[in-house]
């Protein structure tokens, strides 16, 4: 058993409904930024972070989340008949990977996501990793983490101070700041209504939790939207030790939302090499013709 942080849990069996009729058959996760499904950036995170055993909460029509990290032996046979060779090692890299699926049958909510990977992580501390919040890998947020976990043996969330109107989209903190970036919590509240938010600190999609969470998490009621929130059950978690936030002040998107999706696309697509030149020249061209 690793006393370090060796396991990620990405929950993907929401219903991806803000992205309605894209992800009506097909995952969320799956959507591309440029070249790549966003799952593939977190996992890739992750990997970057020593991470060595990735748990993914599937739903209904995830599977090709499961083909996406599977072997494609057509595909393979071919891109080694043409000499395409990186493209080769990039595919057959994402195989190698080592991804457990769990299939939860209801979307009860993320909380409930959590609750499914108890058997596989057992007594170890875990990372949560919400495929969603793109985080460019010149960031280094989830790696500070485990850094601040190894130090403080207690669970840590990614905090991002958020506009006052946003509020009611988050999981909102209040704590006391202990030191540079580090704070410790004292209460957490799943999207409260902006007059009632006890701070515009929000968790964005990364987590370090301990497995004492499971325990909660199997008595925990619905809360918010009628859904098994985590938030509620590290708000639990709370009575009986420490909790601390880590306040992320680099990049980040939230490619849950449309907005944020395109963002992400567009910023990912001028620091890709083989687009940049060209896409940039576009850009302008457009940006040219809204102020007219
Ligand atoms: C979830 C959590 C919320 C957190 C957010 C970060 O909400 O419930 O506490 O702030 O992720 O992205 P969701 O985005 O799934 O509605």
Do not use: W
């Not at 942080?5 to 894209?22: D, H, N, S, Y």
């Not at 959507?31 to 950036?41: A, G, H, R, S, T």
């Not at 460019?136 to 991002?160: F, G, N, Q, V």
């Amino acid at each position: 058993m690793s006393d370090d942080v060796k396991k990620a849990i990405f929950p993907a069996a929401g219903l991806g409904t803000r992205f309605l009729p894209a992800t009506k058959a097909s995952p969320k996760e799956m959507l591309p930024i440029v070249d790549k499904p966003m799952i593939q950036y977190g996992i890739e995170e992750a990997i970057a972070c020593d991470i060595s055993e990735f748990i993914i909460i599937t739903g209904k029509h995830k599977r090709n989340i499961e083909d996406h990290f599977d072997y494609a032996f057509e595909l393979e046979d071919k891109l080694k008949k043409s000499g395409k060779e990186k493209l080769l090692e990039e595919i057959n890299r994402l195989s190698e990977i080592n991804i457990a699926y769990i299939r939860q049958g209801y979307a009860l909510g993320l909380g409930h996501a959590i609750l499914c990977a108890k058997p596989f992580v057992k007594d170890e501390p875990f990372a949560v990793i919400l495929s969603d919040d793109i985080i460019p890998s010149k960031e280094t947020l989830l790696l500070d983490m485990i850094k601040l976990y190894r130090k403080l043996k207690s669970p840590i969330l990614a905090l991002e101070r958020v506009p006052t109107h946003e509020v009611n989209r988050y999981g909102i903190i209040s704590g006391v700041k202990e030191r540079d970036n580090v704070f410790r919590i004292n209460s957490l509240v799943e999207k409260p209504d902006p007059e009632n938010a006890p701070s515009n600190m929000a968790i964005i999609g990364r987590y370090i939790l301990t497995p004492d969470i499971f325990d909660i998490l199997a008595k925990a009621k619905p809360g918010k939207g009628g859904e098994i929130q985590l938030t509620d059950a590290i708000n639990q978690l709370l009575q009986k030790r420490p909790i601390y936030g880590y306040l992320f002040e680099g990049q980040r998107y939230d490619a849950g939302d449309k907005l944020g999706y395109l963002k992400a696309t567009v910023d990912f697509a001028l620091k890709n090499k083989e687009l940049a030149k060209d896409f940039g020249k576009y850009l302008l061209e457009v940006a040219r013709k809204l102020k007219h």
